[in-house]
């Protein structure tokens, strides 16, 4: 059996980018916890500011934390493509997320040399049932 690739960039030096690529990123205190090759977890700390009527975490807000979920999938594959960009998301609310950190764990399915196609869904913490589900394509620089 063989063991998975190693992950091309770390966790540490991931979110570092992607918070100085995407300031949003910053803005949200999203936290990188986990980047291995094709798998990321991700966390958006609860914050009162991220909520709409009725208590509920913004669809932006899950968008954000989707996209940088997704982008750390494709960098744990490639490394520090800071030109790679989202071609496409596409993201299923299934519950509402109520006050709490949002977790996000996403897989990288496929890569090519073009394109990635990832998947993600998203959890409030300490609740095992999806708030969300997405799936999308990173386009990716020409070598």
Known sequence: MSRPPSPRISATAYQNLG?????????????????????????????????RPGGVVSGPALFALTDMTMYGLVMSARGALEMAVTSDISIRF??????????????????????????????TDGDERAVAHATGTYALPAC
Do not use: N
């Open 19 to 51: 918070r100085a690529a995407v300031p949003l990123a910053e803005l949200l205190d999203i936290r990188t916890e986990l980047l291995q090759y094709g798998h990321a977890r991700l966390r958006l700390p609860w914050d009162e500011q991220l909520l």
């Open 94 to 123: 299934l519950r509402a997320a109520r006050a709490g950190d949002v977790v996000a764990d996403g897989y990288l399915l496929r890569i090519g040399r073009r394109l990635a196609t990832c998947e993600v869904r998203m959890f």
